[in-house]
């Protein structure tokens, strides 16, 4: 089901690139968000949590 969640919202997406983002300790998620195609962008840092950010682009080859 979550699959399907970001294929739709990729789908949806009229930019070049949709970013999501995954809390460090949610390993699950972060898993499923790499299934689904995304790259891992970067890690920040917000209020005492890391967050791993996360892009996938409609640009091919990008």
Same mark, same amino acid.
């Given at each position: 089901?979550?699959?399907?969640? %970001?294929?739709?919202?990729?789908?949806?997406? +009229?930019?070049? +690139? %949709?970013?999501?983002?995954?809390?460090?300790?949610?390993?699950?998620?972060?898993? %499923?968000?790499? +299934?689904?195609?995304?790259?891992?962008?970067?890690?920040?840092?917000?209020?005492?949590?890391?967050?791993?950010?996360?892009?996938?682009?409609?640009?091919?080859?990008?």
């Amino acid at each position: 089901m979550a699959l399907r969640l %970001l294929a739709a919202s990729e789908t949806a997406c +009229k930019t070049m +690139k %949709l970013f999501t983002s995954a809390n460090t300790s949610n390993v699950a998620s972060q898993r %499923l968000i790499a +299934k689904a195609g995304f790259f891992q962008a970067g890690l920040s840092r917000t209020r005492m949590r890391m967050i791993r950010s996360w892009f996938i682009s409609n640009v091919f080859g990008e």
